[in-house]
């Protein structure tokens, strides 16, 4: 049996779920520890019940095992003795490792942010992951589906931009989805299409008013910021973000997502041509995404 240590918001809950749908594919027993994690008062809530997953979760005696961490003093004295005995596997960096899918009694820990762990059963990823029933709060729901009409009747465009968690670590975020890059992308967008209206998904509403206000004047296009939407409901950006047309996504698993669950034949996704500061992360961009860097300039580097 593996076991996969969840972690992170939704989106990097999804490539990990995903992953496990990949590992039983190929017959494997795979359970989640969705303890150790969220166990930290700070940590993000676990959001895949939103799309009705119910998924099999490991027992502390199974982890122990697994870990080797049993506190039993023969097993102690062994590890003294011959170091431990672990299954533990740690993603080395975000690439794509075909070794994951072949480990067996392993902990598994990391993100798995590739879409080629599971590329193979793409109908399978897509229909688990469908908004059907998610709950909207009631004081928003009219909003919420005024988005929906507006996303539908126009040529939607989503932009994303990452504040708050992103400003606090720039060693890893900081300097890749610049202004320059924002504004390249959306020239693309217009360039590209005729009429495009850009729905911006933040979270710094606020300070987003404004950036839309200059982007508006400068284009002459509509930019529209949803509101109402908070940490614990951020699966309904995550649900419009899907419905539009074409993606400016940031260098977040979010919007990674909010693109790939929109299956629009000829879809355009613009996407940063860095990732993170600290890793190489080629194997997280599809076929489909075009690569921008800080600068404005368009390419893979």
């Known amino acids: ?13 999804m490539f990990q779920y995903a992953l496990y749908l990949k590992l039983t594919s190929l017959g494997k027993e795979v359970k989640f520890d969705d303890v150790t ?11 895949l019940s939103v799309f ?8 502390r005696e199974e982890l122990v095992k697994i870990t080797d961490a049993s506190m039993h003093p ?54 688990t992951y469908q908004f059907r029933n998610i709950l909207i709060p009631e004081e928003i729901q009219e909003k919420i589906q005024s988005y929906e009409r507006q996303i539908k009747e126009s040529m939607s465009v989503s932009i994303h931009i990452r504040r708050g968690d992103y400003l606090d670590a720039a060693d890893v975020y900081g300097g890749i989805c ?27 509403t606020f300070w987003a008013e404004k950036w839309c206000e200059v982007r508006n004047r400068e284009t002459g296009k509509e930019f529209t910021v949803i509101t109402g939407t908070d940490e614990k409901t951020g699966y309904i950006d995550l649900m419009l973000m899907s419905r539009c047309k074409a993606h400016i996504i940031a260098n977040s698993s979010f919007s990674w997502w909010g693109a790939w669950l929109d ?15 600290t890793r190489e992360c080629s194997d997280i961009y599809t076929k489909d995404m075009i690569r921008i860097n800080a600068a404005g300039k368009m390419g893979s580097s």
Not at 52 to 59: S, V
């Open 1 to 13: 049996m593996n076991i996969i240590r969840m972690s992170g918001g939704i989106g990097n809950q």
């Open 37 to 47: 994690e969220y166990e930290l008062d700070n940590a993000r809530p676990i959001m």
């Open 52 to 59: 009705g997953i119910d998924y099999p979760k490991a027992t």
């Open 74 to 127: 023969l097993s102690r004295v062994r590890r003294k003795i011959f170091g431990r005995r672990s299954g533990e596997y740690h993603e080395a960096s975000v690439d794509y490792d075909a070794a994951v899918l072949e480990k067996e009694n392993a902990y598994l820990c990391g993100c798995f942010q590739s879409e080629r762990y599971f590329k193979d059963i793409e109908s399978q990823v897509r229909q």
């Open 178 to 204: 610049t202004d320059a890059y924002y504004n390249k992308a959306i020239r693309y967008m217009i360039e590209r299409y005729e009429t495009p209206h850009f729905f911006v998904f933040t979270n710094d």
């Open 263 to 277: 299956d629009s034949p000829g879809k355009c996704v613009a996407a940063p041509v860095k990732w993170l500061n």
